[in-house]
């Protein structure tokens, strides 16, 4: 019974694997790069500063985890590109590819300019697409079957009322690119899928949260009643990683306390 049973949790086991987390040094990338490493994965989690990077690597470690620092400048493809290829040199191939990285420049829409247009989309869909294909000719080179997570956001099907034209548009865009990349690779054993999180509590955002007058109106529109906090992302990026998921691609998974049920 026990040998049987077994067959399920190891589903969910990251041993052996070896995973680049593009954006590991923020909230959210943190908590991933923690979460795979407590899977068992090995973890390279890159920055575009080495310090900041290691600082996080270092911390992991000391809780146990296999993580180890990289730089990785995804705003400069070509740059990013020898950088990727480095990375899955030191790892002798990287199973897993976590892009979490992300910006936005808010401004109203009637007077967005041409030069934050480009470069939202540029850091929020482009770099996110040629880091996948990075990752994914190393892939094909050494006949791994590999997991790509893109972040999200339920931006990416949801506007608002503020300046966030390039944010959103850059999102739904990533949305039909994480579609289109899966059923292009499948027949190479490699899947792509999103997560799509609410507002997520990280300290870049704390301020915001601290505020009354931000945070009910907030909450109140979640049906959970609450924000999202950075292990809620982090915990579907595990099963997205692991065997488990093994017959999910193209998906966007939105973890949002079911705001996008009712919006």
């Given at each position: 019974?026990?040998?049987?049973?077994?067959?399920?949790?190891?589903?969910?086991?990251?041993?052996?694997?070896?995973?680049?987390?593009?954006?590991?040094?923020?909230?959210?990338?943190?908590?991933?790069?923690?979460?795979?490493?407590?899977?068992?994965?090995?973890?390279?989690?890159?920055?575009?500063?080495?310090?900041?990077?290691?600082?996080?690597?270092?911390?992991?470690?000391?809780?146990?985890?296999?993580?180890?620092?990289?730089?990785?400048?995804?705003?400069?493809?070509?740059?990013?590109?020898?950088?990727?290829?480095?990375?899955?040199?030191?790892?002798?191939?990287?199973?897993?590819?976590v892009?979490?990285?992300?910006?936005?420049?808010e401004?109203?829409?009637?007077?967005?300019?041409?030069?934050?247009?480009?470069?939202?989309?540029?850091v929020?869909?482009?770099?996110?697409?040629?880091?996948?294909?990075?990752?994914?000719?190393?892939?094909?080179?050494?006949?791994?079957?590999?997991?790509?997570?893109?972040?999200?956001?339920?931006?990416?099907?949801?506007?608002?009322?503020?300046?966030?034209?390039?944010?959103c548009?850059?999102?739904?865009?990533?949305?039909?690119?994480?579609?289109?990349?899966?059923?292009?690779?499948?027949?190479?054993?490699?899947?792509v899928?999103?997560?799509?999180?609410?507002?997520?509590?990280?300290?870049?955002?704390?301020?915001?949260?601290?505020?009354?007058?931000?945070?009910?109106?907030?909450?109140?529109?979640?049906?959970?009643?609450?924000?999202?906090?950075?292990?809620?992302?982090?915990?579907?990026?595990?099963?997205?990683?692991?065997?488990?998921?093994?017959?999910?691609?193209?998906?966007?998974?939105?973890?949002?306390?079911?705001?996008?049920?009712?919006?």
């Amino acid at each position: 019974m026990e040998q049987t049973l077994r067959q399920y949790t190891d589903l969910f086991s990251l041993k052996g694997k070896k995973a680049l987390v593009a954006g590991g040094a923020g909230g959210i990338g943190t908590a991933i790069s923690e979460a795979l490493c407590a899977a068992g994965a090995t973890v390279y989690l890159s920055a575009r500063d080495m310090a900041k990077a290691e600082k996080a690597a270092q911390e992991i470690r000391k809780k146990g985890g296999d993580a180890h620092a990289a730089v990785l400048a995804v705003d400069e493809i070509p740059a990013m590109q020898e950088q990727v290829a480095a990375i899955c040199r030191q790892a002798d191939g990287i199973d897993i590819v976590v892009n979490s990285v992300g910006m936005h420049v808010e401004t109203a829409a009637e007077e967005y300019k041409e030069a934050d247009w480009d470069k939202v989309i540029d850091v929020n869909l482009k770099a996110a697409f040629y880091l996948s294909q990075a990752i994914a000719k190393d892939q094909l080179a050494r006949k791994i079957k590999g997991k790509h997570i893109h972040i999200s956001s339920v931006r990416s099907i949801l506007a608002l009322r503020r300046g966030y034209i390039s944010y959103c548009a850059s999102r739904g865009g990533m949305n039909m690119m994480i579609k289109q990349l899966a059923t292009e690779w499948g027949k190479y054993g490699i899947t792509v899928n999103g997560i799509g999180p609410t507002f997520t509590r990280t300290s870049l955002v704390a301020e915001y949260l601290e505020d009354p007058a931000f945070y009910e109106p907030l909450v109140a529109r979640i049906p959970l009643g609450r924000v999202c906090e950075p292990s809620d992302v982090a915990a579907l990026a595990m099963y997205l990683a692991s065997p488990a998921s093994d017959f999910v691609t193209g998906q966007i998974v939105f973890v949002d306390g079911g705001i996008t049920a009712c919006q």
